[in-house]
């Protein structure tokens, strides 16, 4: 029994170290696993599509700019 102790006495240092290396490994394995049954309950649903049937309207400032002669200035220019 005294070689035991005198063992563990030269050598605690080594079981500190191992010992708290398996207590953060638990630790860790926990967290895991307790995070996995989160990101199931948690799912997004998918959104509906966006229905072609609806007229986009467009903000008055901005509807003065899509007209087709404002999309293509340059091919314009060079016709004239």
Do not use: Q
Request: no cysteine; proline share 5%.
């Amino acid at each position: 029994m005294d070689t035991l102790i005198e063992f563990l006495l030269n050598n605690y240092i080594w079981f500190l170290v191992i010992s708290l290396i398996l207590i953060f490994a638990l630790i860790g394995y926990l967290v895991d696993a307790n995070s996995n049954k989160d990101k199931d309950k948690t799912k997004v649903k998918p959104i509906a599509p966006i229905k072609e049937d609806k007229k986009i309207t467009v903000h008055p400032s901005v509807e003065v700019y899509t007209n087709d002669e404002f999309d293509d200035p340059l091919i314009n220019d060079k016709n004239a």
